[in-house]
């Protein structure tokens, strides 16, 4: 039985991981963190307030519960990254070193999300490789590829059994994203609900990967759970299910809401992080290692989307 340390637990991802966690491993076994106060499901289980900048206060957590895996999910995303890159340096690299370090003195399982951020504009585009060119020219890119070779050099310096993804833009009804490059595909589907209208701050014909969350959960669960004599690579493995511009999304959209209109307005930001992101990765080491498959195409996604968050307005 696992006992897991989730940290960031209350962001887009941490706050339905957390809930899946206690599903498959008991309510006990799953500590959620954050630097924010939990409120409503994530609080009727274990959970304390944690800075991961502070490294004291992440290797007291994972001592005081006697975790033997760590889940490191707190991070600055990509959008907010530009705003204010020094303090991405200091949460991202920061965070990730404590949390390592945590995993390597108590001899702890490690995941962490790396992101197709992590590639740059030299990175071929279509069907980006696995193993590839990555220079980045964004902070967001540049942490990211940092903590790859960081949590790559735990394993083969320290013998860490650090794992883990580089996750597409992830999509979901629950918690709203934090300042991501693919945010618009989750307000999307807000506003065809609320409004039958969206201004894409992306601009038509932008391709990049996405993936809906029951999909992303399932993955990190699998890639734990797998047999490490079978994985040849350990971190930042490519998983996507889903890759789409604007226009699609509003084509999918259009099949349930008919009169549903797309405009556009560019954020500048955005759309130069993006333009610097794959269109589309090859996922086929994580398929071959450890039998990672989507199950949520862009039509199934929409479908499921659209019910939910019309549930939250009726
Ligand atoms: P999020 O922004 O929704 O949540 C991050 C959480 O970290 C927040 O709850 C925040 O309060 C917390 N946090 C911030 N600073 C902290 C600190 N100093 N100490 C402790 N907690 C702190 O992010 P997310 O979407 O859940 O992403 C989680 C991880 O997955 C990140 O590493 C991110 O880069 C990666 N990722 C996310 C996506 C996506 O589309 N959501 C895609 C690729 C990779």
Redesign the pocket.
């Known amino acids: 039985m696992k006992k897991i340390l989730v ?8 706050s339905e991981l957390v809930v899946k966690l206690r599903e498959t491993y008991g309510v006990e076994n799953v500590i959620g ?4 106060k939990a409120e409503g499901i994530i609080a009727e289980g274990p959970f304390e307030l ?4 502070d490294a004291n206060q992440v290797y007291s957590v994972a001592k005081k519960y006697n975790v033997d895996t760590v889940m490191h ?5 990509s959008a907010k990254a530009e705003e204010n890159p020094k303090l991405a340096w200091h ?1 991202n690299m920061g ?1 990730l070193v404590n949390a390592l370090e945590t995993a390597r003195e108590l001899n702890l399982q490690f995941f ?6 992590a590639f740059g504009p030299t990175t071929p585009k279509d069907h980006t490789p696995q193993d590839t060119l990555q220079r980045p020219t964004t902070m ?1 890119g540049v942490n ?1 590829v940092s903590g790859e070779l960081l949590a790559d050099y735990y394993y083969h310096r320290f013998g860490v059994d650090t794992r883990g993804v580089r ?4 999509i979901s009804h629950v ?1 709203l ?4 490059t ?1 945010d618009y595909a989750v307000e999307i589907y807000y506003e065809a609900i609320k409004h039958k209208t969206y201004t894409s701050c992306i601009a038509e014909g932008t391709y990049m990967d996405m993936m809906y969350m029951p999909d992303a959960l399932n993955a990190i669960i699998q890639l734990m759970e797998a047999d490490p004599n079978k994985l040849k690579h350990r971190n930042a493995f490519n998983i996507s299910a889903i890759s789409a511009a604007p226009e699609d999304f509003a084509k999918s959209i259009q099949k349930h809401i008919p009169d549903f209109k797309l405009d556009y307005q560019v954020d500048p930001v955005k759309q130069r992080i993006a333009d610097s992101w794959p269109n589309s990765i090859d996922s086929s080491a994580a398929t071959e290692e450890w039998g990672f498959k989507a199950a949520y195409d862009l039509d199934k996604m929409t479908n499921e989307m659209l019910n939910k968050v019309n549930m939250k307005f009726v």
Do not use: E, F, M
């Open positions: 940290t960031g637990a209350l962001g887009q991802i941490g963190t954050d630097i924010r944690v800075d991961v900048t999910l707190a991070a600055l995303l949460i965070g962490t999300p790396s992101s197709i951020g967001y990211k996750y597409p833009g992830l918690t994203p934090g300042g991501g693919t």
